[in-house]
């Protein structure tokens, strides 16, 4: 390579560099990565240019932008990694170049379609991460030569903060839809009940596994529900979601909680294979004079009453949902609910210190724990107990059974956040 053909690709790289570092100070990344591989094109003088990002949750590479093959991107084309010629480029973490491209080669149809005759791919890496794969490709026989290699490689490695930090973007857009969907909005408006809850996120997605949910069902009782899906982030949040609808399901056909999370326990052992999760399912009776409970290996809700201390309800701890092999023993305890008293049910992000035991940390719950209306009591509790910045999300829930000298809250005031 000559020194004029040198010095003029190292000014297309500055050029390059200069967008990518500029999509970190809020260019549109779709804008951005459209607008480098045009100048890869030009760059490598080639007629295609395409990223395919890395899709975490199914280990599939997706073609997300291309020039000269957008028709990839139209119909939404994936490939595993390790087939196929990007699928390659991804499992080998190795630059892959094609002199001929045959069938035997690639399974994009696309690619001989439009008649692409020479391939060369690159890994997009950040912080040692997979993020996707840059491919090139030329419409006549051409050897790409290491000087090829060395610039696309550059080009990737710049591209390949954009692609994570749009994967970033994605996942925090779909966790804040399922956040809105699968975590309760509004409680309902319950006579003779008086409901309120929180939801703190220990981690940047805004989202994990732990959930709680308020439903009435056609017998006129109230299903109420906490848990905790293990894992963090997108994929423990679309694991909850599936296991929240399922138990809903349930329920309605269930008198018994325990029967309910029976079923709910088959269905993680057949359908979420592996996962772990702990709930208390509990059924509020149509006088609210009593409740019942079952435990599938989550910390016991605390009961207070008026003029008492708060206590651990003595319920039957059963094991977690999805551990060893399903059960039919599960056990279902009923105690009562006095006018004025509250039942606290909480995930373990909000007692849990890394250097406590938790007992210390039931305690610190408990002694927050008071007889008063149900977004006080949240408050008080969020306030004086959970810590500033969690390593785990944390789920709070209070239903406190009204008492004759309550006043009625506002409808406006019942919230949940």
């Not at 499992?91 to 045959?102: E, G, L, S, W």
């Not at 399903?326 to 849990?352: K, M, Q």
Request: glycine share 8%; hydrophobic share 45%; net charge negative.
């Amino acid at each position: 390579m000559s020194g004029a053909e040198m010095v003029t690709n190292e000014e297309r790289l500055r050029r390059i560099e200069a967008i990518t570092d500029a999509a970190l100070s809020g260019l549109d990344i779709a804008e951005l990565l459209d607008e480098l591989l045009e100048r890869v094109r030009d760059l490598l003088t080639v007629d295609t240019a395409t990223i395919l990002l890395l899709e975490g949750h199914t280990g599939e590479l997706v073609a997300t932008a291309a020039k000269g093959l957008e028709e990839e991107v139209r119909r939404g084309f994936r490939v595993r990694v390790g087939r196929g010629f990007a699928g390659r480029v991804a499992a080998t973490r190795a630059p892959v170049t094609i002199y001929d491209v045959t069938p035997d080669d690639v399974v994009n149809p696309i690619l001989l379609t439009k008649g692409v005759r020479a391939l060369l791919g690159v890994p997009m890496i950040s912080n040692g991460n997979l993020v996707g794969v840059l491919h090139v490709g030329s419409l006549t026989l051409r050897r790409f030569g290491p000087d090829d290699v060395r610039l696309l490689q550059l080009v990737a490695d710049r591209a390949s903060s954009a692609g994570q930090a749009r994967a970033q973007v994605l996942d925090r857009q779909a966790a804040l839809a399922l956040q809105r969907s699968l975590l309760p909005a509004r409680l309902p408006d319950i006579p003779g009940l008086d409901l309120a809850a929180r939801y703190a996120p220990g981690h940047d997605l805004g989202i994990g596994g732990d959930w709680y949910d308020v439903f009435v069902l056609p017998s006129g009782w109230l299903g109420a529900v906490i848990g905790d899906v293990s894992g963090h982030g997108l994929p423990s949040a679309v694991v909850m979601g599936r296991i929240r609808s399922a138990l809903r399901a349930y329920a309605l056909d269930a008198d018994d909680p325990a029967e309910a999370l029976t079923s709910l326990d088959r269905k993680i052992h057949h359908f979420e294979a592996g996962t772990l999760t702990t709930a208390v399912y509990a059924l509020i009776a149509p006088d609210r004079t009593t409740v019942h409970l079952s435990c599938a290996g989550h910390l016991p809700p605390l009961l207070v009453a008026p003029g008492q201390p708060a206590q651990l309800v003595n319920v039957t701890v059963d094991r977690p949902l999805g551990v060893g092999r399903p059960t039919t023993s599960r056990r279902t305890t009923v105690l009562d609910l006095p006018p004025g008293a509250a039942l606290v049910f909480y995930t373990d992000g909000l007692i849990e210190r890394r250097t406590e035991l938790i007992d210390t940390g039931i305690e610190r719950l408990a002694a927050a724990v008071r007889s008063e209306p149900a977004e006080a009591l949240c408050d008080h509790i969020m306030t004086t107990t959970a810590p500033e910045h969690p390593d785990d999300d944390i789920a709070l829930l209070v239903i406190r059974r009204a008492s004759p000298t309550d006043e009625a809250p506002p409808a406006a005031d019942r919230r949940t956040t």
